[in-house]
């Protein structure tokens, strides 16, 4: 191959040299997401703790915010209110993908507070079953990748204010 095509084995060789390039840079972009949204304490933090940093983090975003006790919830953990509607906020810190209990709970509970909204906020990821019993439900679902931008965010919004 070498003697017979020179410009294609040059071709190969500078593809793999640009896609290792390519690759490093992605995850050097990825490391750096990670490191400024602090997804690795909050993947450390016990889920009452995860509760009471979303509650900071939606305080920050403009809601007025509760904390349900940690037992006896109803199914929600946080009770947001904004601009005359109600928001209940199941938060599920998990290492694995979370399923559709956690839609099931906030679902029912949405009466129960009369809520005008439901969502459940995870540091993971939902199942393909959550995700479609939250479409049939009108439950949004916030994952890691959509929690790491809001919270990059809203970090950048507290140095501009600061």
């Known amino acids: 191959m070498l003697t017979a095509e020179p410009l294609l084995t040059w071709g190969l060789i500078v593809f793999v040299i640009g896609t290792l390039i390519f690759a490093f840079i992605v995850d050097t972009i990825k490391e750096q997401k990670l490191r400024k949204s602090g997804m690795r304490e909050i993947d450390k933090m016990s889920g009452r703790k995860f509760e009471e940093y979303l509650q900071a983090q939606l305080k920050t975003s403009g809601y007025n915010v509760k904390l349900t006790p940690a037992s006896g919830d109803y199914g929600a953990?946080?009770?947001?209110?904004?601009?005359?509607?109600?928001?209940?906020?199941?938060?599920?810190?998990?290492?694995?993908?979370?399923?559709?209990?956690?839609?099931?709970?906030?679902?029912?509970?949405?009466?129960?507070?009369?809520?005008?909204?439901?969502?459940?906020?995870?540091n993971s990821f939902f199942t393909e079953q959550a995700k479609k019993l939250a479409v049939t439900n009108h439950v949004k679902l916030i994952d890691r990748n959509q929690l790491m931008n809001w919270i990059i965010k809203n970090n950048k919004g507290e140095e501009k204010s600061s």
């Not at 599920?92 to 993908?97: D, P």
């Open 77 to 122: 953990d946080l009770v947001l209110s904004s601009k005359g509607k109600k928001i209940i906020v199941q938060v599920k810190r998990y290492k694995k993908n979370v399923g559709v209990k956690a839609v099931q709970e906030i679902a029912s509970a949405k009466s129960h507070y009369k809520a005008d909204e439901c969502w459940v906020i995870t």
